[in-house]
């Protein structure tokens, strides 16, 4: 199984930056993307930004000019830099990896995994 670890969730005002961080782990994997979701209290959990393996970054809408997903694929972490955050983006951040194991040098079905979760506050 494939476990994410994420850091660098926190307090910040309004204006301010944070930079989030997801390492995976948990044997061998081929992973097709990575990215990161949030839950606000009383919304679904949506989709912010994901970093395919192959192709292009896609970004939620709000995100657009203020977020940069990157990869660091020999560390197998992803990264959501975060910019002039604003109090709508308070919210508990997920990493979130699509991936399949490989055991006995064949890969398995496809799996989506979740990190625990990192709470971003901003106020104003």
């Known amino acids: 199984q494939v476990q994410l670890e994420e850091s660098g969730g926190g307090l910040v005002q309004n204006g301010g930056s944070l930079r989030l961080s997801c390492a995976a782990s948990g044997g061998l994997f081929s992973i097709y993307s990575m990215g990161w979701y949030r839950q606000a209290p009383g919304k679904q959990r949506e989709s912010v930004a994901i970093?395919?393996?192959?192709?292009?970054?896609k970004y939620a809408d709000s995100a657009k000019g203020r977020f940069t997903v990157s990869r660091d694929d020999a560390k197998k972490t992803v990264y959501l830099q975060m910019t002039n955050l604003e109090s709508e983006d308070t919210a508990v951040y997920y990493c979130?990896?699509?991936?399949?194991?490989?055991?006995?040098?064949?890969?398995?079905?496809?799996?989506?995994?979740w990190g625990q979760g990192t709470q971003v506050t901003v106020s104003s």
């Open positions: 970093a395919p393996t192959a192709g292009t970054p």
């Open positions: 979130n990896c699509e991936a399949s194991m490989v055991r006995g040098g064949i890969a398995q079905a496809p799996g989506t995994y």
